[in-house]
């Protein structure tokens, strides 16, 4: 065993894939939790807007350290580089879609959003992309235009 081997066996633990992303969903929950502290709640027969997003923000707090702690047994590797090809599209592809969502309607834009993030990929399987587009499409009109009744246009105005 060599002097300090210890040290650096925390270290790693430290940099894990999975302390981070622990860390990171505890964050997340307790800024939640605390931008949620002065919603009402309301009564067990009657609850109000804040109950949701506590429950939303404390079962994102335990999954945040369950996966913390994993992370500490040290069953993961350390976080690799960032991979900012698909950081980039993705990101491109959500902004494309806040922009033109009013403007070119859901078909077009979620097909769009599709397109553009799976740019993100080295590999590109055009007639899958298609198929798989077709689909999301169909759910998306379905579910948020139909049966939600939400005020997006389906196609361009």
Same mark, same amino acid.
């Given at each position: ?7 650096a ?15 990171f ?15 009402p709640?309301?009564?067990a027969?009657?609850?109000?807007t ?13 999954l ?9 047994r ?9 991979a900012?090809?698909?950081? &980039?599209?993705? +990101?491109?592809?959500v902004?494309?879609?806040? /922009? #033109?969502?009013?403007? !070119? =309607?859901?078909? *077009?834009? %979620? ?20 198929? &798989?587009?077709? +689909? ?6 379905? /579910? #948020?235009?139909?049966? !939600? =009744?939400?005020? *997006?246009? %389906?196609?361009?105005?």
């Open positions: 065993m060599q002097v300090g081997s210890g040290q066996g925390g270290r790693s633990r430290l940099l894990s894939q999975d302390f981070l992303a622990g860390l969903f505890c964050t997340v929950a307790l800024v939640g939790l605390w931008a949620a502290r002065d919603y709640v309301g009564t027969m009657r609850i109000d804040g109950v949701f997003p506590r429950l939303l923000c404390w079962t994102l707090l335990l945040g350290i369950g996966i913390l702690v994993n992370g500490l040290g069953s993961t590797g350390p976080v690799g580089r960032l900012w090809r698909p950081f &980039f599209f993705v +990101l491109l592809a902004i494309f879609f806040g /922009i #033109f969502i009013e403007k !070119l =309607g859901m078909v *077009i834009t %979620v097909a769009g959003l599709m397109v553009i993030a799976s740019f993100g990929s080295p590999e590109r399987h055009w007639r899958e992309l298609a198929l &798989f587009v077709a +689909l999301v499409v169909t759910a998306a009109v379905v /579910i #948020f235009a139909w049966g !939600l =009744g939400l005020p *997006i246009p %389906v196609w361009p105005v």
